[in-house]
T-cell receptor
Framework: DQQVKQNSPSLSVQEGRISILNCDYT??????FLWYKKYPAEGPTFLIS?????DKNEDGRFTVFLNKSAKHLSLHIVPSQPGDSAVYFC????????????FGTGTRLQVTL | SAVISQKPSRDICQRGTSLTIQCQVD?????MFWYRQQPGQSLTLIAT?????????ESGFVIDKFPISRPNLTFSTLTVSNMSPEDSSIYLC?????????????????FGPGTRLTVL
């Protein structure tokens, strides 16, 4: 039972363009959502998060959008840079317990020159 | 950010043997966790490592298979016991409540680099 789904295993975007990574969830008790970035041979690193009381959170080039009615969130990276090439994981937690995360399977983003 | 190291970084083991993975954090943390990422799968939480007491295991994971220790606030071990090829995964530790610059980071979870285990 995959409660957090990232249906696109990979995405290729040209440098300077917008990257949009999508994530869907099924558990209506999830109230906190995070995106992690992972380079090869490294652990995931925290990128950005959003609470269910918001529908948008911005941090520099990264913006996360949350659509609670659709149980969908997306990560926008603009402009995309070659250094953004990595695997991006969506994660969620419930009941305000951000320490217990449920992860998606990841989307591999490649930013081309 | 937290500096978390794991040993070994990778290993190839024979079926039926056991491997202990170490996780060391550069400062005291509130909580430590162990995750598994099987090939092509998402990260799955194995257990919460509790300091001075038994770990709290998630559904599908048991102490006999994955014994965990946490003797202090900066160190934990995960043992993968009686290994089979299905245990081939990346094992990651993570921490929450890392004190940095005098301010407790309450909700950000930091991950170690992972241990890539292959069981033949």
């Amino acid at each position: 039972d995959q409660q957090v789904k990232q249906n696109s295993p990979s995405l290729s975007v040209q440098e300077g363009r917008i990257s949009i990574l999508n994530c869907d969830y099924t558990n209506s008790m999830f109230d906190y959502f995070l995106w992690y970035k992972k380079y090869p041979a490294e652990g995931p690193t925290f990128l950005i998060s959003i609470s269910s009381i918001k529908d948008k959170n911005e941090d520099g080039r990264f913006t996360v959008f949350l659509n609670k009615s659709a149980k969908h969130l997306s990560l926008h990276i603009v402009p995309s840079q070659p250094g953004d090439s990595a695997v991006y994981f969506c994660a969620a937690s419930a009941y305000g317990d951000a320490s217990k995360l449920t992860f998606g399977t990841g989307t591999r983003l490649q930013v081309t020159l | 950010s937290a500096v978390i190291s794991q040993k070994p970084s990778r290993d190839i083991c024979q079926r039926g043997t056991s491997l202990t993975i170490q996780c060391q954090v550069d400062s005291q943390v509130t909580m430590m966790f162990w995750y598994r990422q099987q090939p092509g799968q998402s990260l799955t939480l194995i257990a919460t490592a509790n300091q001075g007491s038994e770990a709290t295991y998630e559904s599908g994971f048991v102490i006999d298979k994955f014994p965990i220790s946490r003797p202090n606030l900066t160190f934990s071990t995960l043992t993968v016991s009686n290994m089979s090829p299905e245990d081939s995964s990346i094992y990651l530790c993570s921490v929450v409540g890392y004190v940095t610059s005098g301010r407790k980071r309450g909700d950000e979870q930091f991950f170690g680099p992972g241990t890539r285990l292959t069981v033949l």
